[in-house]
């Protein structure tokens, strides 16, 4: 990618909370990583350690179980977070492309957050409401701000495409323990008319704030809707957490690896 397409993009995401790269993953990648996380869902490649939280088969967003870990094979997960323990994502996470983002938007010295699976399977997956990606809820001494959203498949707007409303990144924290926005706030914000959709193609990539409300609907299109989301952070963020021991992040990069 140019650099100043690059520059360009960061300058939309500063401004509107969010910006598209474009389709920067080949297409052979993005094959590997669709059959990869299909081979993760059905048992046939384990790491151990891996989250795994299984879809509704409802639609709704509060019909969703916690703690079950995998449940046996299945297309229906719908996120699996920790796949920097994969080569296939870890190679994507460490592109050079986001070595170059990194450095303009973080600094030199960035560790992850997570690295997630985000599918939707054909069977419809699950209404995500507004969220934000931050506040007491994720334990760190600051909140992260880039988030980079990579479609394996291809998310047209009736798959669940990946919804924002522009600018909101700008506000903060719409609670402060983050997470899902109030339908109060959502409302008071009269966020409806101004919600912008982001079909993708795959192998296109968006980068989100994690302050911007953003949300996504059920897939209707019978097609899997897989996307890969992964949260950078300046290595100087803390864990806050007590009752388990702070959690040690996974270095990305490093000023000193060139
Ligand atoms: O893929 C989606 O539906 C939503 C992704 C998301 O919320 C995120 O990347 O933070």
Redesign the pocket.
């Known amino acids: 990618m140019l650099a100043e397409d690059l520059a360009t993009a960061i300058a939309h995401y500063r401004e509107h909370g969010y910006a598209r790269l474009g389709k920067v993953c080949p297409d052979e990648q993005i094959e590997g990583l669709r059959a990869r996380a299909d081979e993760v869902m059905l048992g046939e490649v384990v790491y151990p350690g891996l989250f795994f939280q299984h879809d509704t088969t409802t639609g709704a967003y509060y019909d969703l179980t916690y703690g079950k870990g995998w449940q046996g094979p299945s297309l229906a997960y719908r996120k699996i977070e920790k796949l920097e323990k994969d080569p296939l994502f870890s190679a994507w996470v460490n592109d050079a492309i986001f070595r170059q983002l990194t450095a303009a938007v973080i600094g030199p010295d960035v560790v992850l957050y997570r690295a997630l699976l985000?599918n939707?399977g054909a069977q419809g997956g699950t209404h995500?409401p507004f969220?934000q990606?931050g506040g007491k809820f994720w334990g760190l001494d600051r909140d992260p701000q880039l988030?980079v959203?990579t479609a394996l498949d291809d998310?047209p707007e009736d798959a669940?495409?990946?919804e924002v409303l522009p600018g909101s990144h700008r506000d903060g924290l719409a609670t402060p323990m983050g997470g899902v926005v109030p339908t109060e706030k959502v409302a008071a914000a009269d966020a409806e008319p101004r919600v912008v959709k982001l079909p993708a193609k795959a192998g296109e990539v968006l980068l989100?704030h994690n302050h911007l409300w953003?949300?996504?609907g059920v897939n209707t299109t019978g097609q899997p809707r897989k996307?890969f989301?992964v949260?950078y952070m300046d290595a100087a963020t803390r864990c806050l957490r007590t009752k388990k021991a702070p959690r040690q992040f996974v270095r990305v990069f490093t000023s000193a690896s060139g």
Do not use: E, F, N
Request: glycine share 6%; aromatic share 6%; with cysteine.
């Open positions: 985000m939707k995500l969220h990606d988030q959203w998310a669940g495409c990946v989100i953003h949300r996504s996307a989301t949260c």
